[in-house]
């Protein structure tokens, strides 16, 4: 999810205009993940440069462009912009998920901070894109809604429930992602793939890039009418099955059990009694129970903005785990 760091006052010398804000043509992903650690005080693991060059060249297929906030030559800041495509009433529109927002603690000023967004909103106009998405923490929400105007787009559902018994008469077969080559694996999805519900537009292609990112461990639960992508997570330290997406094959209702059926066999191959979901999907019935809202993790809230002027408004119909960074 979009991090910011605070808006503290700074500590350097280094006055704010001392700061320049540019767009990085080549990204050291080592130098990136080190800074990132820092700014975040992160645990050991947390950022890595195999991580960070999945998420900016592979998991939404179409890369990233990456701004950086420079004290003389040292990088003290950095901003990205992850491009994919939305589609929005049946068509594809540009859009970018802003995600790993930081300025090092001895450089934090609004200035500097302003300037990062101020840049990224340009970038986004000079390439044409439309919309603007972000599924910040608590600090950054206001910190987006301030700065870049991001509002309040949807609140996502955290729901959860037990599974693992099988479902009568619905029969789902399983795939961990590891074992499949990648000609098998977007066979599988592509029946499940494209359509015209208003969300992140996934290819085959696309979603079997993002099913790629190191270390995730995700598996395919694949049934007559519903694909579900899961993954083995703990939070709060409770282990669980997280249900990172919920696809309806083509022409075809998705119905409660078919819902019951894929999140059974998720617990079921990665030994969770236990499933989460987080997001909101209008094409399938949504498994579980809705989480208190003194319970949820974070606010996940999805922010975004229009770009286009002239554009009505429209309403997200499906956004999940795998939409975004929590998966």
């Not at 650690?37 to 297929?61: K, S």
């Not at 059990?257 to 990665?270: H, I, N």
């Not at 129970?289 to 119909?317: E, I, N």
Request: glycine share 10%; with cysteine; proline share 7%.
């Amino acid at each position: 999810m979009t991090a910011a760091a605070p808006l503290a006052a700074p500590t350097s010398p280094a006055p704010p205009d001392a700061v320049s804000v540019r767009i990085e043509s080549a990204t050291d992903h080592a130098e990136t993940a080190a800074l990132a650690a820092e700014a975040f005080a992160a645990e050991a693991g947390r950022f890595t440069p195999e991580g960070l060059r999945w998420l900016y060249r592979d998991a939404y297929g179409e890369g990233a462009t990456v701004l950086a906030a420079y004290a003389g030559p040292r990088k003290v800041g950095h901003l990205a912009l992850l491009h994919q495509t939305v589609t929005v009433d049946g068509r594809p529109e540009p859009a970018v998920a802003l995600v790993d927002v930081f300025v090092l603690e001895a450089f934090r000023s609004l200035a500097t901070l302003v300037g990062l967004y101020r840049a990224a909103e340009a970038a986004c106009r000079e390439r044409g894109v439309r919309l603007i998405l972000s599924v910040p923490n608590a600090m950054a929400a206001d910190v987006n809604a301030r700065i870049l105007r991001l509002a309040e787009a949807a609140r996502l559902d955290v729901r959860v429930g037990v599974g693992g018994l099988p479902v009568p008469g619905v029969p789902v077969v399983s795939h961990r992602v590891a074992d499949l080559g990648a000609e098998r694996g977007r066979r599988i999805l592509a029946p499940f793939c494209g359509g015209t519900q208003t969300g992140l537009g996934w290819t085959a292609e696309r979603l079997w890039g993002r099913l790629g990112r190191p270390g995730a461990g995700y598996a395919l639960h694949v049934g007559e009418r519903l694909l579900a992508v899961s993954a083995r997570r703990r939070a709060r330290g409770a282990p669980h099955a997280l249900i990172c997406a919920l696809l309806p094959r083509h022409g075809t209702t998705v119905g409660r059990r078919d819902v019951a059926a894929v999140t059974s066999a998720a617990c079921r191959l990665q030994r969770r009694p236990l499933f989460a979901y987080a997001g909101i999907n209008d094409a399938v019935p949504l498994p579980g129970l809705l989480l208190p809202g003194r319970l949820r993790p974070s606010p996940m809230v999805l922010q975004m903005r229009d770009l286009r002027r002239d554009a009505a408004p429209f309403r997200m119909q499906r956004f999940e785990a795998i939409d975004f960074d929590l998966a």
